[in-house]
């Protein structure tokens, strides 16, 4: 089970790593990305995470990601205030 795993896993790097050209598909190098937000205009928690996100990225990454966190268990929270009243609940040995 285990060497099949790895034999699997030897296929896919081997793969990856001779494939180089997926990265140089019009023929060309790629060019440095280094795009920002314009900020004229913005105020409040707009110009913080426009901010964040120009000056900061893994900041702006880790703030994006907790807020996601954050809205799925409020969203989660509602959704069983209205099963549980159908009698749908979750039990617990």
Known sequence: ML?????SC???IC???TNVSY????????TEINKTVKVEG???????LAQTYNNNRL???VISTGTIV???LIVTYIVSLFIKPS???SKKE
Do not use: Q, R, S
């Not at 990265?23 to 790629?30: I, Q, W």
């Open 42 to 48: 913005l105020t409040g928690l707009n110009l913080f």
């Open 70 to 72: 954050i809205l799925g």
């Open 3 to 7: 060497k099949k795993f790895f034999k």
């Open 23 to 30: 990265l140089f598909a019009e023929g060309k190098p790629a």
């Open 15 to 17: 793969f990856l790593a």
């Open 87 to 89: 009698g749908h609940t």
């Open 10 to 12: 030897l296929l896919l």
């Open 59 to 61: 900041l702006f990454a």
